[in-house]
């Protein structure tokens, strides 16, 4: 089974009034928004982030272990450690982000020479249509532990569902308010067929997660998302935080856990983000599918 894969702060603020005779009034204590009003601001953080993420490469360092049983009953586990150099890109026409993970090093051994070779292809166009970009693409699936082919590892790609053209598709309902000021926990299941992601057959899989959303701006501080059919189960949890240079909030880990309802085999990771930067990137181009 496959799963196919992936964002306007908006600020808003309140000004005291004075009276007439120049003695300031007392502001009224803020109602907390509504659900719908909630989603409106998450929303516009996701357009938003759609116009900053583009053209930002981290550098991501991911763990990977599994455990998987043989047919003596017996498990066999192995980890491998990742570090890649990371960029998200948005096809033009997609309704998600694309993930480009260019592997420099596995399990401490150097596999390329370390260099800015995704902003590279990214910046020039004619080396961006010449197929090395899905080469990259292919080459870093290689080394995912297990034999489920996946490409769903994205750690922006929940955020697509707070798209305004893609909440209709989801329930939504807040499980949790918080403090004042603090973030809201708001749970959300896909409620429609022809579901975002599917199987390699092409059948619906339903996504189920939570959201954690800065009421006041739409922010979101931690997305997970949750998916299984009667094969397979997947759980991916990421959290962000704000980058003071590039001003926004970017991914700053990811856990997901992927397994088989048979309990055959088991998939953990953990990746971290760092080293933020920002180049200019125009492409154009169709991504196809990672072939294995």
Request: charged share 25%; hydrophobic share 40%.
């Amino acid at each position: 089974m496959r799963l196919a894969a992936g964002l306007a702060l908006m600020l808003f603020g309140l000004t005291g009034v004075a009276g007439m005779t120049g003695v300031a009034r007392a502001r009224p204590a803020q109602q907390p928004p509504t659900l719908a009003l909630l989603l409106e601001r998450a929303g516009a953080h996701v357009l938003q982030l759609e116009r900053d993420l583009p053209g930002v490469v981290a550098e991501e360092e991911y763990r990977q272990e599994s455990s998987e049983r043989q047919f003596s009953g017996a498990f066999i586990r192995k980890h491998r450690d990742l570090r890649s150099d990371v960029l998200l890109v948005l096809p033009e026409a997609a309704d998600r982000f694309v993930l480009f993970r260019d592997v420099f090093q596995v399990d401490g051994k150097p596999v390329r020479d370390r260099d800015d070779r995704l902003a590279r292809l990214f910046l020039n166009p004619a080396l961006s249509r010449s197929g090395q970009l899905q080469k990259i693409r292919e080459e870093s699936a290689r080394y995912n532990l297990g034999d489920i082919s996946r490409d769903f590892n994205v750690p922006v790609l929940a955020l697509t569902f707070l798209h305004p053209e893609h909440q209709p598709r989801f329930t939504f309902t807040v499980s949790q308010t918080g403090a004042a000021g603090q973030p809201w926990e708001i749970e959300y299941r896909e409620a429609r067929s022809q579901t975002f992601i599917r199987t390699e057959g092409g059948s619906d899989l339903p996504v189920r997660g939570r959201f954690r959303i800065e009421p006041a701006s739409g922010r979101v501080w931690m997305s997970e998302l949750v998916t299984e059919d009667n094969i397979l189960r997947a759980n991916v949890t990421v959290t962000y935080q704000m980058d003071r240079v590039l001003g926004f909030l970017v991914p700053i880990e990811m856990r997901e856990s992927i397994g088989t309802q048979s309990g055959r085999l088991e998939i953990t990771g953990k990746a971290t983000y760092s080293r933020f930067r920002k180049f200019r990137v125009t492409i154009a181009e169709s991504i196809g599918p990672i072939r294995r």
